[in-house]
């Protein structure tokens, strides 16, 4: 091992624990165990309850929790709550193994930020893009709509990047103001 090698191994240590440290376990799992409580069957209630979490307590769950459980590739997201359900976004995807083999090689690592709004109706979510930048390129979201469409030749059933898709156990709806995020139940 050269005399540089200790020296760069340390300074990756480091800048992973800055990153890690920008998310917080404790704010991670005030979301988590709110979606375990209301996940659980209850009475039924006349009216809608809710929770508002904030900016950085959601992205720390989807950080910490939620891309371990259910999307491993994704490595980070940040997500900008705005007024209106409006978002700006950003996430880095690691897409290895035999399951990617046929994704080009220069999408298999990538960092993609986006722009738009997400959309809820009768226990469902969409997310609706204005803007997409995959990898410092620009692309419209429609065309890529059409694009991962034709890539799906031998699929039952063809996704869609802007299909909805059902809230998590107990939710009913879903919204966002500045910083926060507000979940209805």
């Not at 700006?88 to 083999?101: H, N, P, Q, R």
Request: glycine share 4%; net charge positive.
């Amino acid at each position: 091992m050269t005399k540089r090698a200790p020296g760069l191994f340390l300074l990756l240590l480091l800048a992973m624990t800055v990153r890690a440290g920008d998310f917080s376990l404790e704010k991670a799992m005030k979301i988590e165990g709110f979606l375990e409580r209301i996940a659980a069957p209850r009475p039924a209630s006349l009216f809608l309850k809710k929770a508002v979490f904030s900016e950085s307590e959601l992205n720390s769950y989807l950080n910490l929790i939620y891309v371990k459980k259910y999307a491993p590739e994704v490595t980070f997201i940040e997500l900008r709550l705005k007024d209106k359900n409006f978002v700006d976004g950003s996430f880095k995807i690691k897409l290895a193994g035999e399951k990617y083999a046929l994704v080009p090689q220069f999408l298999r690592d990538s960092e993609v930020r986006f722009r738009g709004a997400f959309e809820c109706n009768n226990y469902h979510m969409r997310f609706v893009f204005s803007e997409l930048v995959i990898n410092g390129s620009q692309f419209s979201p429609d065309f890529l709509d059409e694009a991962f469409g034709a890539a799906q030749l031998n699929a039952r059933e063809k996704r869609s990047i802007f299909n909805w898709f059902t809230l998590l156990p107990g939710l009913k709806n879903v919204q966002s103001s500045e910083k926060k995020i507000i979940f209805y139940y």
